[in-house]
């Protein structure tokens, strides 16, 4: 029989055999394939579809089935309509037990401590770091970021001058005065303004190519203390993550860092009192980031519940300095949390292929 006469639900079966059958045989050894991928994936953009499509491949030749579904739903995310990772993500889903509708977990919703892994979260693209550090920035002080005005196409002038000659108008003193900051007084000038409609006129036109305060103490002081608590394959990190899965490894890219943030900014579980959340930015020491670390936490009606499975402590006391640090960066953050816009959930699946 003819491959176009074939229907396209067995079309689709012999593809997967034949994806299955034909896999290279030279493996890396099962221990080094996790490190091998975080240096691989460290090294592509986010968007890179064909470099995204090769990783996958690679994950299969490697049978590292659970790291193919990651990489697949990271392409559907990107190309909904890619056959290829469609193919790959049906015969991830086969090797790993799993029913075509299944859809993939939220890495942000909570759970009872006795589910699945979650796939990993989409990695955020670098213009949704330009986002968040804009966001930040316009909230709190002015960081000393490294910023590059851009030109606004439509009056063909920086976005600071252009703000300038529209916000000032005929205020020549208070115009240069403006002129005169930093670039970094001058962005976070632009972006602070009440009503948020400079920041969306003109943002768009503010590079920042460093980290504001916020994010750049998260990464050098926060995460390392969870990478090597909650963050531990045991917990949040590995393939029998519960609730919630980071991106771990040695050296992260940087929007794997911001990815991070993300997912732990967001997630909140169901408690006695109501929501419990992981970063509680009204009370900080009740945040499940510090509460679950410490180890012999004091449990009373208004302290979350107790974790659902056991935990090795991270902080001796809450006069840890580590536990400390991090109630100082919790601190710092806005109250109301700010509306990033930016969704990191996993690709849903495809969906079948019409018969």
Not at 132 to 149: A, N, T, Y
């Amino acid at each position: 029989m003819a491959w176009r006469a074939l229907p396209n639900t067995w079309r689709l079966s012999v593809a997967v055999l034949l994806l299955s059958l034909f896999a290279a045989a030279a493996l890396v050894p099962a221990a080094d394939v996790e490190a091998e991928y975080q240096r691989r994936v460290q090294a592509l953009a986010a968007d890179d579809v064909d470099g995204h499509l090769q990783l996958a491949l690679w994950c299969r030749d490697q049978e590292a089935w659970t790291l193919l579904r990651n990489e697949c739903t990271h392409i559907l995310r990107l190309v909904p309509e890619h056959q290829q990772a469609r193919l790959l993500l049906q015969l991830a889903r086969t090797k790993l037990g799993q029913k075509e509708e299944t859809p993939s977990a939220d890495p942000t919703a909570p759970t009872d401590g006795a589910g699945a892994a979650t796939d990993f979260a989409r990695v955020v693209t670098d213009e949704e770091i330009q986002t968040m550090r804009r966001i930040e920035l316009g909230l709190g002080r002015p960081d000393r970021v490294q910023v590059r005005f851009l030109t606004v196409p439509d009056v063909a002038k920086t976005a600071d001058t252009a703000f300038a000659d529209e916000f000032f108008a005929a205020n020549r003193q208070e115009r240069a005065a403006f002129m005169k900051r930093i670039p970094a007084e001058r962005a976070w000038f632009i972006l602070s303004q009440p009503g948020r409609e400079h920041a969306r006129r003109y943002g768009p036109y503010i590079q920042i190519n460093s980290d504001p305060e916020v994010f750049a103490e998260f990464e050098r002081g926060v995460l390392p203390v969870i990478q090597a608590g909650c963050a531990s394959a045991q917990c949040h990190g590995g393939e029998n993550a519960r609730g919630f899965r980071l991106f771990t490894g040695r050296r992260l890219s940087k929007n794997q860092v911001y990815t991070n943030y993300l997912i732990l900014n967001s997630y909140a579980q169901d408690g006695r009192k109501g929501p419990e959340k992981l970063i509680d930015r009204a009370m900080g020491h009740h945040s499940l980031l510090l509460f679950y670390g410490l180890k012999n936490p004091m449990v009373n009606e208004l302290t979350p519940g107790v974790h659902p499975v056991p935990i090795d402590p991270v902080y001796r006391s809450d006069r840890d300095p580590k536990y400390e640090r991090i109630l100082r960066w919790i601190n710092m953050l806005s109250v109301v949390p700010p509306e990033y816009g930016i969704d990191v959930s996993p690709a849903p699946p495809a969906p079948p292929a019409p018969k």
